[in-house]
């Protein structure tokens, strides 16, 4: 844990320090959106850091509240930003997570009505989960649309092509309640550029809930499901041995958290160290789980410690 290395939480480390937790750690996990990349466009150094973990034996997985693509689109985004070394396998997304939750917990019989983009609905496909197809004419209502007869689940995701429709018709499917709600993520918003933000697969799920009189059951972070699937698919993966890497406090930090792993936050992304100062100043004892153990710049401050690595091995 952090109090190893000495340190109280949310402090800024660097050298020396995050070369004993490199040495320290044998499972990293990292967020994507603002830890590895914004966009298209890989963080400077972010690359050879990840190579140079991989390189160095040490077991490498990346968690995403992203639902948008499938995990293959993801293997060639990494491939494109100079990420040679990153298998399918090591791709967590809230959309693969879902449909294994869909699969293999809960074992859904039914079809599954999504509300949500392409890549979510491929992940479910692929894992042998039948979705309710959109056949409806351009004009039609809640009124006189058709509703599928076996609906077993409502998964939301993120849809950047939401009609009032699908959200009257997911809140039909909830009336049964022995029909699931899931949510891919709680996510409220995304940033964009030039100050802009992207309302985020959160608030479309705070709509149907208020909606349906029903709170969905969240699969990706801060749930610690998506750590249940890394476990099960990696071998004697322990807690007290993983670093979760992110840039959102009150997602990836929390995540953490609640999963008992050691968390670091790089001020690459949403949230900055005056916002996680903050919480730990805080007289709300809940507010603690949102304070990062570490923090750092960006994740290019790994490479001097490989340097220094390499030198002494030298």
Not at 51 to 65: D, M, P, Y
Not at 82 to 91: A, P, S
Not at 117 to 126: D, F, K
């Amino acid at each position: 844990m952090a109090g190893a290395f000495g340190f109280k939480g949310c402090q800024k480390i660097r050298g020396a320090q995050i070369r004993g937790l490199l040495e320290a750690k044998d499972f990293f996990l990292f967020d994507c959106d603002g830890v590895i990349w914004h966009g298209e466009n890989a963080i400077t150094g972010a690359a050879k850091v990840v190579n140079a973990l991989i390189r160095r034996g040490k077991n490498v997985v990346f968690v995403t509240n992203n639902s948008t693509r499938p995990r293959e689109n993801y293997v060639n985004k990494f491939t494109r930003l100079g990420f040679t070394d990153v298998m399918l396998d090591q791709i967590f997304s809230s959309s693969y997570c879902s449909a294994l939750y869909l699969r293999d917990v809960v074992k859904v019989r039914g079809q599954v009505f999504v509300i949500g983009c392409e890549g979510l609905r491929m992940e479910l496909l692929e894992a042998g989960i039948p979705c309710v197809e959109e056949t409806d004419d351009p004009d039609a209502t809640i009124y006189n649309c058709a509703l599928a007869p076996d609906v077993k689940a409502v998964l939301v995701g993120h849809d950047d092509k939401l009609t009032f429709l699908k959200l009257a018709k997911a809140s039909c499917y909830l009336r049964d309640p022995e029909c699931l709600f899931l949510a891919t993520d709680n996510d409220p918003w995304h940033p964009l550029s030039g100050g802009r933000i992207l309302p985020g697969s959160g608030s479309l799920t705070a709509a149907l809930e208020v909606a349906s009189g029903r709170k969905a059951t969240v699969i990706g972070k801060p749930s610690c499901f998506m750590f249940e699937c890394i476990s099960s698919q990696f071998r004697g993966v322990d807690p007290a041995q993983c670093l979760m890497v992110g840039d959102r406090l009150e997602t990836d930090m929390l995540f953490g958290s609640n999963c008992g792993l050691d968390t670091m936050l790089t001020l690459t992304g949403v949230s900055q160290i005056e916002e996680a100062q903050e919480y730990r100043n805080s007289d709300l004892t809940t507010n603690r789980s949102y304070v990062p153990d570490y923090v750092v710049d960006t994740i290019a401050d790994f490479l001097p410690a490989f340097e220094d690595m390499e030198e002494q091995n030298d």
